[in-house]
């Protein structure tokens, strides 16, 4: 009976895991978007920062970005305010995943932007689309077509880097195999069975996305290609 | 921080460069041996790489230096074996989690570069009569070549991977920066020396690889 209480908490860890996910997976996306649009951007004071920032995040060994900001962030606030405020795992956890997503995703969306020809835009002005519009109705569309198997193959990263929290007081799935292998004496059993959970959340994501890059595709960007062949 | 914190993150540099250097030489063989049973479909084997893939690209590299340092202590048998001797030093063990990591995910490269070489040099080497053999030592040399500019990534990752093995015990960069970091609770000082380290590195290597990627695909240019 003891089992199937462990197994029971390693399951409600395992959610934990899957929500950190996709918190700094939204997060990670807004970010993304400004990084991108940043990066892009025609002022100097506003691409220079973002580039070197992006730069920067790629740079840096993921748990040292985890760690910086959990520790980082209690300092700042401490020299900012002259209290000691503890900023919780979880976010800093949120906070740190979202950053490294967004420093790698910026890239894809950059490519993916670029990767939508002038003509499109061209062409929308000439039909006398106004240029918002037509960046959210004609480019931007295409544009996340390009940009889907990239962001989806960061997505999987993120997935796995969610284990870093443990480190830093998160109760997610490695920690909780962690306690459980310490409290049992069965490391072994435990880090397996966290292990075989992560694997198969990574395989059921790889195959919806199978799927979703499966409907894309054949939706507009394949026939765009066929009729320009 | 002072001076000797400064020569302590120097100490830790050199335990990461020599234990990104194990792992990619160790990784980079066991990556080309698995291509290679996976070109041949070799019975068996090619399964087994296939399994090792899977189970190491779809989970976290963490989880797997864990697993590897304390998993094994779990059972009398390997406790009492000659690979006990092994097991037990987390060096050792965290070598062998980055090599199976970084095998898996080379090998997914190499065989991503080998599937893309173009038919007709395939057709070519059928029509000069060649056999199996004499065709894969033509074209696996230029196969690899185009693997380089994705390979240099994956070293880089590598590198970064390293600093997970300060998590059992190993005295590498991060290792060193968490435990001044917990001395002085000079937090944004500590980390921002040791990432400064990270960067430097990743940025020789880039430039490095940048200059190897010239060299090893000037072929593709003449042509």
């Given amino acids: ?229 | 921080m002072n001076q000797q914190h400064v020569w302590q993150l120097f100490e830790g540099l050199v335990t990461s460069i020599e234990l990104t250097a194990v792992s990619l030489l160790v990784g980079c063989t066991l990556a080309l041996l698995m291509t290679v049973t996976l070109i041949l479909r070799t019975p068996i084997v090619h399964w087994l790489s296939r399994g090792l893939i899977t189970l190491f690209t779809g989970t976290p590299l963490l989880v797997q230096i864990f697993l590897i340092y304390y998993g094994p202590g779990q059972f009398e048998a390997v406790r009492e074996s000659v690979f006990w001797l092994w097991l037990s030093q987390p060096w050792f063990c965290a070598m062998l989690a980055l090599a199976l990591n970084t095998a898996a995910y080379s090998t997914q490269l190499f065989q991503g570069a080998f599937n893309a070489i173009p038919a007709g040099q395939w057709h070519a080497c059928q029509a000069l009569g060649m056999d199996k053999k004499a065709t894969l030592s033509v074209l696996l040399p230029y196969a690899i070549r185009r693997a380089v500019p994705a390979y240099s990534n994956e070293v880089i990752l590598l590198f970064k991977g390293t600093s997970l093995a300060s998590t059992i015990t190993i005295m590498d960069i991060m290792g060193y920066a968490q435990r001044i970091n917990a001395q002085t609770y000079d937090t944004l000082v500590v980390f921002g020396v040791a990432g400064l380290f990270y960067l430097v590195i990743n940025g020789i290597l880039t430039i490095a690889f940048r200059r190897v990627e010239k060299k090893a695909l000037a072929f593709e240019v003449t042509h």
Wanted: proline share 3%; aromatic share 10%.
């Fill in chain 1, 1 to 229: 009976m003891a089992l199937s209480g462990y197994a029971l908490t390693l399951a409600e860890a395992g959610w934990l895991t899957i929500q950190l996910a996709f918190a700094s997976l939204l997060v990670g996306l807004v970010l993304a978007v400004f990084f991108a649009g940043g990066e892009m951007s025609r002022y100097r004071v506003l691409s220079w920062p973002t580039t070197a920032l992006v730069t920067i995040l790629r740079g840096l060994p993921e748990l040292l970005v985890v760690l910086f900001i959990f520790f980082g962030s209690t300092q700042v606030l401490f020299i900012l305010t002259g209290d000691y405020v503890e900023v919780s795992p979880f976010l800093s956890g949120v906070i740190a995943l979202s950053l490294i997503f967004a420093a790698y995703a910026a890239q894809t969306l950059r490519g993916a932007l670029k990767a939508v020809p002038n003509g499109q835009r061209e062409a929308a002005s000439a039909l006398g689309i106004s240029k918002q519009r037509a960046f959210i109705r004609v480019v931007l569309p295409q544009a996340v077509r390009h940009a889907l198997p990239g962001l989806t193959n960061q997505w999987l990263v993120l997935l796995k880097d969610t284990a870093l929290v443990s480190l830093i007081g998160v109760t997610d799935l490695l920690k909780q195999a962690q306690l459980t292998a310490a409290a049992t004496h069965e490391s072994f059993t435990w880090y397996a069975c966290a292990a075989a959970i992560y694997l198969v959340i990574t395989l059921i994501t790889q195959r919806v996305v199978k799927r979703m890059d499966k409907k894309f595709s054949s939706q507009g960007l394949g026939n765009a290609q066929g009729a320009s062949a």
